[in-house]
């Protein structure tokens, strides 16, 4: 029950907000000039593997929390989760506050990807 749910959860995020990956970006670039690597994913699925340096802030709570890591509005973010919704929707969220270089890298799989070229 629990599973179907959080399936239906994911597909509408995807639905409403989108979960494609930001095109034309140079992600490894990014991440070499310091931007910040944020897995939005839950801590249980972080646990179970991310993207080397990347820090763990749940999309859900991502407006709370990113200050800690990310004080200066111009510093570089490269989000990633599942499939790209959340990330998405955590997109949305950082450039509602003022946040000018977000990137929506969609899921870890596409970050490994991205990484390896």
């Known amino acids: 029950m629990k599973i179907g749910m959080v399936v239906a959860i994911m597909g509408l995020l995807n639905f409403i907000f989108g979960g494609n990956a930001d095109k034309g970006v140079d992600i490894p670039a990014l991440i070499q000039e310091g931007a910040l690597v944020?897995?939005?994913r839950s801590p249980g699925e972080f646990s179970?593997?991310?993207i080397e340096g990347a820090v763990n802030i749940p999309y859900d709570v991502i407006s709370r929390e990113i200050e800690k890591h990310a004080s200066e509005k111009d510093r570089p973010i490269i989000l990633y989760c599942h499939s790209g919704a959340r990330a998405s929707?955590?997109?949305k969220s950082l450039v509602q506050m003022g946040y000018a270089q977000v990137v929506n890298a969609a899921s870890?799989?596409?970050m490994r990807k991205i990484l390896e070229q």
């Open 48 to 50: 179970g593997g991310h």
């Open 38 to 40: 944020v897995d939005v």
């Open 108 to 110: 870890l799989r596409n």
């Open 89 to 91: 929707a955590a997109k």
